[in-house]
């Protein structure tokens, strides 16, 4: 598919959800005359007027918001990359560390947070941290089963040369688990939105969080919903960033896009 | 005993020294952290005109005030160093007390509980007694100590004679028919309600106050040892902080517009809504302006046995004493 | 057919040739390997009590049916498998001991390339692991890829590659650097014969100047007895070894040694053992 | 020692470790907490076990929700993947699409979601469908499109419709993506599950135990909610991990 | 050599050759192919310029040197490749209407088996295409797996094989589905030659029982001449038809044919023919 038809694509996609969002919300409000019909489903069109007019404060809050993500996503994929090869460099390791890393998803920020400001003293730093802390797993458990899943016949090339450690790994399964690992990066990207919308949450003075919050609170359901629809696009310029970087990183594979 | 800790104690032995009045240089403002229960808005409009009229300067303080938000807690961010000072109720502080953090109540900022259940009165509910059988929410956490303080008065089993449910942030649950009454605060959720389109004629009003199971509210507390150490500070913090209410409860239309002009995070309408409707928790008709942030120690007493009646979790007996609620600090912020 | 009764002698020998004045290099004693299968089938005996001296600098050739344990016994020499019985030694070392002073270059049967490496890349990989220069490197790929005729495709990824030709690539990659001991599985099965024998002058040429042993793994026996000092047969289920047989054509040798008479005794008679598996 | 002994002794020797470590308050001494702040495992044992009937009564709450809202989730997400792989040109954009939902964060979510429903459980089902499809469909998609070379040349030979091509190559191919997929949702699942539960219009489940006493300071209780997901997750995690050597014990990562 | 010049006539006029009873069956008329390099490489031109009828129930061959564009070829006949020029139909029809009745059997250069299903499965995978009733595929595989003597091996999983165990379930599957176009890619290069020439005889049998049209790539050229009614020999760089020769030996053959004249001045021939290129 070539540029011009991609773009002629994604046309008609958003066309088709605007109008589809737009009858869906005709129908609730008019026919079902649903008296929260603003706040379940409202119209597209409102909501694009809504941004238009918040679009200053929008831009600023979705800024805080995503410098935030984009550290938290550096730190997590960095963590979730260090604990997938750390896991398949020792399948004791891995065993030990499996469960515990299902346990550490399992802990809530409103249980986690006061640790770690304990931990970290500084709010900020904290809002990354914990940002962070969400990220990683998706990015370690995608990595991981890359790494596990390297042919033999491809590492014992590299066995007869009697090459180290650190260059199989450089050479051959990060290469070769680049796929799985970009496959984690897209999911952990959007998650890394929420993430930092979710610490936004925490106290900040800023953010596409603390515009949800207040909104939702004081039942400006525009503003509520122009940010949602804020962070949704912020998802998809995340998960695009990692394609594009995807495209580069793996030309290889340039071969499957026909 | 548990915060009975000693050296929190000599509230007797309250700070001597006054501060010196005239403006320190901002080089020299020493650094105060205030942690906010909520959201910046008018329900802390004192510390806001403080802080923008100078009277925080004025004491040597540069004060910054945290938002609060769906995952901080005070309590556990003044305890864990993460703020100075913050604001809370006093029915979840006084939880945390006797859990054994050792913080203090050093002011009583609201006099009066600011907590209503509101319903439809098409929903059949005329007074509380008719709450049974009805979906009731409030947000729990340590706000649904007065509902359940409502519910024994009226002999309602919180479990079998009515189903309490969880709200949300928004009152769209009220609002969409899903639960028969809502918690509310005059300052705000009732607001809401009323902007939302409904009529204050269709609906009804529970008030703690009147059905006399209120417990106090927003209040400002310290961590006992910090309190200790910077006596000067936390003087300085209250005498500014109480001349800031005083001048918001005066003219709340105005720090309603301040509120919304620092942070805009509600409608300047209800903003200004929302000073009113505080201003009168804060100074109630017939209190006295000059004792802004008075504890009344009857008031926590009865806020205390409501907890230790409602509140099954309460691990030891609330301990009220000058090691829980100190007002040496006010007594000389006021002198 | 004289000629084949004079090398009977040897086969009964077999592992005390005439070429003794080289010592034992690889020593296979009572090395036998057997494959659990994990799916709850019976155990697959690859090789049984496979016994063998390879001497140091010799060219020798396995031989023997399909599934009959020439990958195995290579990779069980390289290290890349431990065996279930018996023991290898090189010139006194484990294999381990051997793998790790990167004494192996080793021809897979597929060529195993890294699909995110071009050509060029692909064989320069283990001078990479050697730690070479990155200016001698590149000259030596380039010397590679001239000697397997692939110097125009230096810059394609593997998928771009027929199947010889990605063989190919492995046999330049293998050969780079130069190793003491080849292992060679199946490495021209891919090729034509033209190529081929280009290549067996140029490995003859190779290893004539480097000394290195080659263990060749090949189904072709006229390959097989061109190229080597021995020619080992195996059987099938267990793989044993067979027959061992000495290939006494004078070396240089060249297109010529292959019109000799005795040549094809050889192959007749290697053809001979096979048949008797 | 055999293999599957070494799998439960090992993280269990690890964990015994780290809660001695922490009962007998080394943690608590190196970050300077209060066992109030954070309880030693035994206070957490024993208000487990003094609130254990009503615990239980809570996961089986969350953990039903979760696991309807991660077979749905997983479910939709995977088709979402077929139509993406069925019809390259017009079903590719939908996994941009999945990936814009991915980023509304639960908290928003649960609100939109408390509106569409009027029932706590069909609320968190809907919350816990919404995060599972991002892992499953781009999981899923990478599966079953990256197919060894000539793969799927060999089913075309024979003509083999795209049904068949689906069913006899993609849909093996991609099983050990959607393995790896399903383990990250059990987590996900059961998170998005509790977080829900913060708006939920009911007072049960683990999410509302961990919101409400941790909000109260009565962090034994708290904890002892936190403690019970962790288990949840370990157990659905173990579940998914044996499912998946039986299924494809023919890959590379099960050898 | 009088045996040689006689053959020469049947090359000059290569195409219409003395079978001429049968009818054409895959005509491919100009047909070039151009593989753009997509990391910015130079275009590679495999095929250029290629026009060859191949008959109803032919056997042939194709010979050529690594990369010349045997594979490529064969993939453009199956519809597997779409030609940048030249067309290809086969009995009137374009492969593609060819490929969608399920016509063709192709035997891949690598086995392509699926990780997932045992040998019995994967041979069994094209009949379930078929359609064909259980009990019948049963049969059939095992009727299969015993014609490639792996009938102890059904139960295994590929990885579980050896390289020449792989490319003989490659065969298997082909072969089970009785396909009217055989289409076959190096089929027995990783097989020892003792396999190799059992393979040989049966294919022919089958052939001359069920006369498929078998087209067949080989690097082998005494197995080419043994096999083929013709062989087809492309020079490389861009890969075109540089000889097409008859082979008139008697049919049946049999290991005698080998011995015969005849066949070894066909080898020289071929060879020849090559060294040209
Ligand atoms: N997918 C591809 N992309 C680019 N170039 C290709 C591709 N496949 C083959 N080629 C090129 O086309 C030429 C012919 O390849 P092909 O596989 O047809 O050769 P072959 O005759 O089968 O060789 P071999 O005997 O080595 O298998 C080669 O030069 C190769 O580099
Ligand atoms: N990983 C494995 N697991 C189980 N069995 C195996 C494995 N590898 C090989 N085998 C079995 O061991 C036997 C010998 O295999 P090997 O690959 O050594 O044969 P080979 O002589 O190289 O054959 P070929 O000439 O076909 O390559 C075969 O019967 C095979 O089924
Ligand atoms: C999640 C949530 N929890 C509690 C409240 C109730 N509330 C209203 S004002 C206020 C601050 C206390 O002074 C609080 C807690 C809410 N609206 N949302
Ligand atoms: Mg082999
Ligand atoms: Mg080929």
Same mark, same amino acid.
């Given at each position: *598919? ?120 500084? *709010? ?76 936004? *949450? ?57 | ?99 054994? =953090? ?66 949300? =942030? ?16 005059? =300052? ?148 | ?86 023991? +290898?030694? %090189? ?125 060749? %793994?090949?189904?072709? +026996? ?44 050889? +192959? ?10 | ?224 909610? $936190? ?6 997750? $370990? ?21």
């Amino acid at each position: *598919m070539d540029k011009k038809e991609k773009y002629k694509v994604n046309l008609v996609w958003t066309a088709c959800i605007f109008l589809f969002w737009e009858f869906g919300a005709f129908i609730l409000d008019k026919v079902l005359n649903d008296p929260l019909a603003e706040a379940k489903l409202p119209y597209p069109h409102s909501i694009i007027l809504s941004i238009t007019q918040n679009f200053t404060d929008l831009m600023t809050a979705s800024g805080l918001t995503f410098s935030r993500a984009v550290m938290g996503f550096t730190i997590g994929a960095l963590v979730g990359f260090g604990l997938a090869i750390i896991m398949s460099l020792s399948k004791v390791a891995e065993k030990i560390a499996l469960p515990y890393l299902i346990v550490s998803q399992m802990i809530p920020v409103l249980g986690l947070a006061p640790i770690i400001f304990t931990l970290v003293k500084d *709010m900020d730093a904290s809002r990354i941290v914990i940002a962070a802390y969400i990220t990683f797993f998706p990015v370690a458990i995608n990595m991981l089963s890359g790494l596990n899943s390297v042919d033999m016949d491809k590492k014992e090339l590299l066995y007869s040369y009697a090459a180290k450690k650190r260059s199989i790994y450089y050479k051959l399964m990060v290469p070769f688990s680049l796929p799985y690992l970009f496959a984690g990066l897209k999911i952990a990207a959007p998650m890394s939105i929420t993430a930092s919308i979710l610490v936004d *949450m925490l106290g900040s003075k800023g953010g596409i969080g603390v515009k949800l919050l207040y909104s939702l609170y004081s039942g400006t359901k525009d503003v509520f919903w122009a940010s949602v629809v804020t962070s949704a696009l912020m998802g998809i310029i995340s998960y695009f960033i990692v394609v594009l970087f995807e495209k580069i990183a793996i030309p290889w594979r340039r071969q499957e896009a026909n | 005993g548990c915060g009975g800790s000693q050296q929190g104690g000599t509230p007797t032995a309250a700070p001597t020294a006054a501060p010196t009045a005239e403006p320190t240089k901002s080089a020299e403002l020493k650094k105060v952290r205030l942690q906010l229960k909520w959201l910046p808005q008018s329900q802390f409009m004192g510390y806001y005109v403080a802080k923008d009229k100078g009277y925080f300067e004025a004491e040597g303080l540069d004060v910054e005030i945290l938002p609060g938000g769906s995952d901080i807690i005070p309590e556990q961010n003044v305890y864990n160093g993460a703020a100075d000072i913050g604001v809370t109720w006093v029915s979840s502080l006084i939880t945390y007390q006797t859990q054994g =953090y050792e913080l203090v109540n050093v002011a009583q900022i609201f006099q009066k509980s600011g907590l209503l259940l509101t319903a439809k009165k098409s929903s059949g509910i005329a007074s509380p007694a008719d709450l049974k059988g009805k979906k009731v929410a409030n947000w729990f956490g340590g706000n649904e100590y007065e509902v359940l303080a409502l519910l024994e008065k009226y002999t309602l089993d919180k479990d079998k004679d009515l189903e309490l449910v969880q709200q949300d =942030y928004t009152m769209d649950q009220l609002i969409g028919d899903t639960v028969h009454a809502a918690s509310a605060m005059t =300052y705000n959720e009732f607001g809401l309600v009323l902007e939302s389109g409904i009529k204050e004629e269709d609906l009804v009003v529970i008030d703690m106050n009147d059905e006399d199971v209120a417990m106090l509210e927003d209040c400002l507390f310290v961590n006992a040892d910090w309190a200790a150490q910077n006596k000067d500070v936390l003087v300085g913090f209250l005498r500014a902080s109480i001349k800031g209410w005083a001048e918001a409860c005066k003219d709340p239309e105005a720090a309603g517009e301040l509120v919304y002009n620092v942070d805009k995070s509600v409608s300047k309408d209800h903003q200004v809504y929302m000073a009113k409707e505080v201003a009168k928790l804060v100074t109630p008709d017939g209190f006295d302006a000059s004792k802004i942030g008075q504890i009344d120690m009857a008031a926590v007493k009865q806020t205390a046995d409501f907890l230790k009646l409602y509140n099954k979790d309460l691990t030891s007996t609330p301990v009220v004493d000058e090691t829980t609620f100190n007002p040496a600090y006010w007594n000389e912020a006021t002198k | 057919m004289s000629m084949l009764s004079e090398l009977e002698g040897d086969y009964a020998g077999s592992v005390i040739s005439m070429q003794q004045k080289k010592e034992t290099e690889i020593k296979i004693e009572n090395l036998s390997m057997v494959y659990q299968d994990k799916n709850g089938g019976k155990p697959v005996t690859a090789l049984k009590n496979v016994n063998l001296d390879i001497r140091q600098g010799e060219f020798i050739s396995l031989l023997g049916p399909s599934g009959c344990g020439k990958t195995t016994l290579l990779r069980l020499i390289a290290d890349l498998l431990q065996p279930t019985e018996g023991r +290898i030694s %090189v010139s006194g070392q484990t294999p381990r001991e051997v793998r790790l002073q990167k004494k192996y270059g080793i021809v897979f049967q597929n060529p195993v390339l890294y699909d995110w490496r071009t050509v060029r890349r692909n064989v320069c990989m283990p001078m990479e692991i050697m730690g070479m220069e990155k200016a001698d490197r590149t000259a030596q790929v380039t010397k590679m890829l001239e000697l397997v005729g692939l110097l125009n495709f230096g810059k394609h990824y593997p998928y771009e590659l027929s199947g010889g030709m990605q063989q190919r690539v492995g046999i330049a990659r293998a050969l780079a650097i130069d190793p003491e001991i080849l292992l060679m599985d199946e490495p021209f099965s891919a090729l034509d014969e033209f190529t081929r024998e280009k290549l067996h002058i140029d490995l003859l040429d190779i290893w004539t100047k480097t000394e290195k042993t080659v263990v060749f %793994v090949t189904h072709n +026996i006229s390959e097989a007895v061109f190229l080597s000092d021995r020619v080992v047969v195996l059987s099938p289920h267990p793989g044993r070894v067979s027959a061992v047989i000495d290939i006494d054509i004078p070396r240089p040798r060249n297109m010529e040694s292959k019109q000799t008479q005795k040549f094809y005794d050889y +192959i007749t008679k290697i053809r001979n053992s096979f048949e008797g598996v | 020692m055999t293999e599957k002994v070494k799998n439960v002794l090992l993280p269990l020797c690890f964990g015994i470790l780290i809660i001695a470590i922490w009962q007998l308050g080394f943690i608590h001494a190196a970050l300077g907490f209060k066992p109030f702040q954070l309880p030693v495992p035994s206070q957490i044992v024993i208000t487990l076990r003094d609130n254990f009937a009503k615990t239980m009564f809570d996961t089986v709450i969350t953990v039903s929700a979760a696991l309807t809202g991660l077979i749905l989730g997983c479910a939709i997400g995977f088709l979402i993947a077929v139509i993406a792989t069925m019809f390259p040109k017009w079903g590719y954009s939908v996994l941009s699409i999945i990936a814009a939902v991915n980023a509304i964060p639960i908290v928003a979510l649960s609100p939109i979601m408390n509106r569409w429903f009027t029932d706590g459980f069909s609320q968190k089902v809907g919350v816990v469908t919404v995060v599972c499809l991002a892992a499953m469909s781009i999981n899923a998609y990478r599966g079953l499109n990256d197919l060894r070379p000539f793969a799927k040349d060999l089913l075309e030979s024979y003509a083999a419709s795209g049904r068949v091509i689906f069913l006899k190559l993609r849909l093996p191919n991609c099983l050990p993506s959607v393995f790896t997929a399903l383990k990250i949702n059990v987590a996900a699942a059961v998170m998005a599950a509790m977080i829900s539960e913060y708006f939920s219009a009911s007072t049960s489940g683990i999410g509302f135990g961990i919101k409400d006493n941790l909000r109260k300071g009565i962090m034994a209780k708290g904890w002892s909610y $936190i403690v019970v997901a962790a288990v949840v997750g $370990i157990i659905l995690y173990l579940i998914v991990m044996m499912i998946e050597r039986r299924v494809i014990k023919w890959h590379a990562s099960q050898r």
